[in-house]
Nanobody, 123 residues
Framework: QVQLVESGGGLVQAGGSLRLSCVVS????????MGWYRQAPGKQRELVAT???????NYADSVKGRFTISGDHAKNTVWLQMNNLNPEDTGVYYC?????????????????WGQGTQVTVSS
């Protein structure tokens, strides 16, 4: 019943920017963590950024200072603003949501995932 739909991926030159969007429907969670993950060819899926209902954010070291995650509860939407992109950022980007407890310190159950959106950065 929970569905996530990503959009905003595409092809950009190194140094350029993209803004990814994720719209969530069917969620009954009062508290949750939204996240962006990515998977490059031949690599494991890795965490990019997360944000909790409480507003706490977390970023992978590789994207700190370049990417910003934000959300709007009224619109059931989370964004990932990606600036100063480089070819190493290329991959399929996935949106996720998972219930939390204890002020976002504990994850409950399993995450839900979107279909992914391709981001390609050329040199």
């Amino acid at each position: 019943q929970v569905q996530l739909v990503e959009s905003g991926g595409g092809l950009v030159q190194a140094g350029g920017s993209l803004r990814l969007s994720c719209v969530v429907s069917g969620s009954a969670f009062n508290d949750f963590r939204m996240g962006w993950y990515r998977q490059a060819p031949g690599k494991q899926r890795e965490l990019v950024a997360t944000i909790t209902t409480e507003g706490s954010t977390n970023y992978a070291d590789s994207v700190k200072g370049r990417f910003t995650i934000s959300g709007d509860h009224a619109k059931n939407t989370v964004w990932l603003q990606m600036n100063n992109l480089n070819p190493e950022d290329t991959g399929v980007y996935y949106c996720s949501t998972q219930r939390t407890m204890a002020g976002g310190r504990l994850l409950v159950g399993l995450p839900y995932w979107g279909q992914g959106t391709q981001v390609t950065v050329s040199s």
